[in-house]
């Protein structure tokens, strides 16, 4: 795992979790403005970045982060924001319950068991794109079970294109077949929920979620999709961010 820190060291650390095989650049990118009031830790899983080998497992990205905080920040940070897979290692960080994280945003958290053979075809959608640059024909179907266009296919552009065959195929396959943990009950980290109303997966997430979780609040954003909030409306969202960790 490779680990990316921006900001004033003097600044309230905060931890942003990229989203499926997403380039951690393109994460940077988007929540750049946060860099002036927090201390920005950003993680690039395994298998997506330069020089990596092949993704591992979520457990083994979740444990490399918490030796990482326990080692520099003591294992206490000031918060944490997870877009889409990133809300699924929330889930997992929440429930191992290893570090102190404050307060937890995760934003289109995707943690509803979808199988294995979704997770197959997934991969093999990514696969072509990335090989070829060129959307498959199921892609439309896969975007609109996210709530957005096929227009927005674009999105897969923020996507890590170098990642090996093997790290694709292992990343899909575990996205699509997490299952949350009753053990996240014994977290009482304060946790904010949000999704677009047109994220159905989403919605499914947060309700499964809720069985467990101690401490949340629930946003869910009128016509919005899987996205949507972080990649169109970034401005805003970096400001909800702030307002939602403090300082």
Known sequence: MLFNEFGSKENPPVLLLHGMMQD?????EFLKPLEKHYRLIIP?????YDGSGDFTSFADQARQIEEYIHENYGGKIHG??????????????????KIDMGKVIMDGC?????????????????????????????????????????????????????????????NSIEN???????????NETMVYLWCGSKEPYALKSHKELKRYLKNYQEEI??????????MKHTAECCEKILRTLGK
Request: charged residues 20%; without cysteine; aromatic residues 10%.
């Open 44 to 48: 690039a899983q395994d298998g997506f």
């Open 24 to 28: 951690w650049h393109s994460e940077y």
């Open 80 to 97: 944490a924001y997870g877009a889409s897979q990133g809300g699924l290692m929330l889930t997992e960080l929440l429930t191992r319950n």
């Open 110 to 170: 995707y943690v509803a068991h979808q199988g294995k053979i979704a997770g197959i075809v997934t991969a093999g959608m990514i696969k072509k794109y990335m090989r070829t640059g060129k959307f498959p024909a199921l892609i439309n179907v896969m975007m609109k079970l996210m709530g957005v266009k096929s227009e927005d296919a674009s999105m897969l552009n923020n996507q890590y294109r170098k990642a090996s065959d093997e790290s694709i195929i292992r």
């Open 221 to 230: 954003m009128e016509g919005y999709g899987h996205g949507d909030f972080l």
């Open 176 to 186: 699509y077949t997490y299952r949350t943990r009753p053990e996240i009950a014994e």
